[in-house]
């Protein structure tokens, strides 16, 4: 395959574009042990095995619309804000009632399919999501720090990465509850982390593609190194990363998990694109 370009800027038609960001392959630390919450822990090594395009933010009302015939869900109106009050079902299956007869990626998959040869849509998984998050491959693991880590448990997430994506302060990258007016805010108005993805860190929690399993990380441990993990287990609730305006600065960390019914809609969750490999 011929080398990916660094971004790829995705058209939808003439009204709407939606920027991603490649992310390399690489090692880094899932998890945080220092965390008050038991589902961060243990940390352990996840290996991304395939490059894949992320969402330079999450998607907008804009894009939403120009994928969904104008449908706009949205409380905080503004093409340029983050689309909320939009469902894992909606998003991902589509069917939950006559708002959204068909879902979101089968109609961006179908009407404005990507221009990256084999790779489509999708939501991120959760490591996906925390890779990019906490930096990607600008941030990944050396081989030195890999067999550290499996020999010592050294060195620590809390050592390589910073509580928020980008930034040690959340007020520099993200729309939270002290900051936020009590309301979404357009993209791109932080700082960027490493990678130069914009509100990681709060503004509109944001859906992944596994479902929730506070023993996941557990499972992933024993591996030693796990590769692209991906909960599949039928639960009751779908994950949700990054915190919001609504919350307060502890449930925007980048290793913070969440979650909720799949057919939840509110005012703080949205989502972010990745553009991957077909599977």
């Not at 409380?75 to 708002?99: H, N």
């Not at 999501?129 to 941030?139: F, P, Q, R, V």
Request: aromatic share 12%.
């Amino acid at each position: 395959m011929p080398k990916l370009p660094k971004k790829y800027n995705h058209l939808l038609g003439s009204v709407a574009q939606y920027p991603m960001i490649l992310v390399e392959p690489g090692v880094f630390i899932m998890g945080d042990n220092q965390s008050e919450y038991d589902d961060e822990k243990p940390e352990h090594l996840v290996e991304i095995t395939q490059p894949f395009y992320i969402g330079k933010y999450p998607v907008t009302q804009a894009v939403w619309k120009a994928v969904m015939q104008e449908h706009n869900p949205s409380q905080f109106v503004g093409g340029c804000r983050p689309v909320e009050q939009v469902s894992w079902q909606d998003i991902v299956e589509g069917g939950q009632d006559d708002s959204v007869p068909e879902a979101f990626l089968d109609r961006l998959n179908h009407d404005f399919p990507s221009q990256v040869p084999g790779y489509h849509f999708r939501l991120p998984t959760e490591a996906e999501w925390e890779y990019a998050a906490k930096g990607g491959h600008e941030t990944a693991l050396s081989s030195e720090h890999i067999q550290s880590f499996l020999k010592n448990s050294q060195p620590t997430a809390a050592n390589l990465y910073t509580t928020f994506a980008g930034s040690d302060q959340l007020k520099e990258v993200g729309w939270y509850s002290q900051n936020s007016h009590s309301e979404t805010k357009h993209v791109e108005q932080r700082q960027p982390n490493e990678l130069g993805l914009y509100d990681m860190s709060g503004n509109v929690e944001e859906w992944c593609l596994d479902w929730d399993d506070t023993d996941f990380y557990a499972k992933c441990k024993e591996q030693g190194v796990v590769q692209d993990p991906l909960n599949v287990e039928v639960g009751l609730l779908r994950v949700l990363r990054g915190g919001s305006w609504i919350n307060g600065a502890a449930y925007c960390r980048v290793s913070y998990r969440f979650s909720w019914n799949p057919t939840y809609r509110i005012a703080y969750l949205g989502f972010r694109l990745v553009l991957a490999p077909v599977q």
